[in-house]
């Protein structure tokens, strides 16, 4: 999940327009879709249908605050090509307690729940307090490292304290992904000497504040790369056509790998199935899904 636009995200009320019917070169992996989002409440089997259209093969449900994470949980189990998340997104850290501990806690033993969070620090809107983010943060880095899940991370503006405390609980980490990267790149850097993952969306399509990331996003090796929409935010600012209600979705994850190829001077092709067998491969897909 991203920062939350003031203005509702809604279900347009037809499908795609024909220029945003995109297929991929390879099958894709999104793997940050909200798809529990209030939008997707009346349409999201034609959502998933448009998805599988576009060659998006596999979908990784963010789950990121108590009941969120039970329901992207609950959507992972009945759909083949869906698998989830559970956590608790720094903006929701105050509401960290025992309780919920213990119910992420059993989250993370279904076998479709592949990651732990979204979790991390987002300073930039302080949502919960600072404090109340590193408390909910530490609780689930020890998940992670007692259930042995990779870790889903979102940060905002928190580079630094995030390094810190990563590095402190690395050596009993799996994996983990910074989703939507979206800082400097000392701080990307600082992630990859971690020997962390890096999610990429449709940021840096955004002329406003996007430009950054385009001048060393060549610098992330292909096997610590992924893709993901967060839709239904960070509609990619820079598509050829309109969208009534403005709601991303993820038959328009090829357009991010388009872009992210062309912003790396890499063929489009080799980056999809590049992302796809290393998210394959972080979220230990293998088992039950074949490219
Ligand atoms: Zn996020």
Redesign the pocket.
Known sequence: ??DTSPDALSAADSPLPEALRLTAPAALVDI?ANLTHESFESDLPAVLARAEAANVRALIVTG?DPEGAERACALSQRHPNLWATAGV?PHHAADWNHALERSMRDLHAQPRVVAVG?CGLDFNRNFSSPADQERAFEAQLALAAESGLPLFL?ERDAGRRMLEMLHEWRHRLSDAVI??FTGERDTLYGYLDLDLHIGQTGWLSDERRGHHLREFIAEVPAERLMVET?CPYLLPRNLPAKIKGRRHEPALLPWIVRELARWRGEDEEALARATTQTASRFFRLQETFEP
Do not use: K, L, Q
């Open positions: 999940m991203s940050g990121a997104h979204e979102h989703h939507c967060d």
